[in-house]
């Protein structure tokens, strides 16, 4: 399929009020970031962003939400990033997406989603931030590397939900934004167990996800508000609280030129 012309120019700049793709909430010491990403508010229109599937304008709003965190909400400890959909947490990078851009697009559409996921470990190592990945339902290829990137991860346990890398079997591609690194040197998980775990399309679920250390804890359905409560606590309790207000984050206007972008 032949690639589709590029994106127009974006804006990086965005804030909660503007979100289409998240949620956020803060409740003292703990935030929730939902994903709910609306089907039809991809930035082209020729493809659509089911199953919380995401697109870069879903990774710029991420990457918003982590830094707003970090800088206007000095009292929030820990952050449970969750999904709003009924056994999916998310589906990954929207492949009809990925197929009709172009090279150059998708390299740098993988380079900016790793940064996200490395602005979430930043936080959490220097700004006194724990991120809990509370999967209520499917975490597959980008989805689970989200998840990865979060200090713990709980996955519900409802005999469907399961981890999964897809990209091997199915696509033939290495997951590419952080996955393979994040479970052998960050989670060390054994790399026969990484070998197995990435040629399986249907993924890993239950105790055996637990035991092959590929999430932290599950949680029943019947446990999973007060399971995700009690984990978000624990990792709050892990650092100080940060003093003084918040930091403002406001548009910074710029102004295109033949050059470029000038910046007030």
């Not at 962003?49 to 304008?57: A, C, I, Q, T, V």
Request: hydrophobic share 40%; aromatic share 6%; proline share 5%.
């Amino acid at each position: 399929m032949p690639a589709t012309a590029p994106i127009a120019r974006l804006s990086f700049q965005t804030d909660p009020t503007r979100y289409r793709h998240w949620k956020l909430a803060c409740a003292g010491e703990i935030a929730t970031l939902t994903m709910a990403v609306d089907p039809s508010g991809g930035l082209r229109d020729d493809y659509e962003l089911k199953l919380n599937s995401y697109d870069l304008g879903v990774d710029l709003e991420l990457a918003d939400a982590v830094q707003r965190l970090r800088f206007e909400h000095p009292q929030v400890r820990a952050v449970v990033i969750t999904g709003a959909l009924d056994r999916v947490f998310c589906a990954g990078a929207n492949i009809m997406m990925l197929r009709t851009s172009a090279h150059s697009f998708k390299v740098n559409f993988c380079k900016f989603t790793n940064e996200t996921r490395l602005a979430i470990e930043d936080a959490s190592a220097h700004s006194n931030l724990r991120f809990l990945a509370a999967l209520n339902g499917t975490a597959s290829g980008g989805g689970y590397e989200l998840a990865l990137a979060c200090d713990k991860i709980l996955l519900v346990d409802d005999r469907n939900s399961a981890v999964s890398f897809p990209e091997v079997p199915l696509l033939g591609v290495l997951p590419g934004t952080g996955g393979l690194t994040r479970i052998t040197d960050k989670r060390k998980v054994r790399r026969d167990r990484c070998d197995v775990f990435s040629t399986l399309a249907e993924g890993i679920k239950g105790k055996r996800a637990v035991e092959w250390g590929l999430v932290d804890r599950l949680a029943p359905l019947s446990k999973w508000k007060s399971e995700v409560e009690r984990m978000a606590r624990e990792l709050a309790a892990e650092v100080s609280p940060r003093s003084g207000p918040g930091v403002s984050l406001p548009d910074i206007a710029a102004r295109v030129t033949d050059q470029g972008l000038a910046w007030q």
